[in-house]
Nanobody, 125 residues
């Protein structure tokens, strides 16, 4: 029904860059305009809780974790139901499984909350 397909993860050396993509599909995104949904990226490292990396609202407002601010950029293409995360100046501390999230950003659909399967990002020192 609803699927979030992530791509772009992999192994990179410290200081390198990766761009993650997440394409959302499902009838819910046809019933409601895509700008009704907030989109974001979260990550989970071994032994750690899942944490917010970056979010972008339907109106284009962004929010970043302090640890990635200035290095990562989140963007979206509503026509493609896709959210991106450009990651520059990667550090070993960025190593984690990165999860795409799409959730209702309006009260009427606030209970819609979808997650991707996760994509591994490994940064070597």
């Amino acid at each position: 029904q609803v699927q979030l397909v992530e791509s772009g993860g992999g192994l990179v050396q410290a200081g390198g860059s990766l761009r993650l993509s997440c394409a959302a599909s499902g009838s819910i995104f046809s019933i409601f305009n895509m700008d009704w949904f907030d989109m974001g990226w979260y990550r989970q490292a071994p032994g750690k809780q899942r944490e917010l990396v970056a979010t972008i609202t339907g109106g284009g407002s962004t929010n970043y974790a302090n640890s990635v601010q200035g290095r990562f950029t989140i963007s979206r293409d509503n026509a493609k139901n896709t959210v991106y995360l450009q990651m520059n100046s990667l550090k070993p501390e960025d190593t984690a499984v990165y999860f795409c999230n799409v959730k209702g950003g309006r009260a009427a659909i606030r209970l819609y909350d979808y997650w991707g399967q996760g994509t591994q990002v490994t940064v070597s020192s």
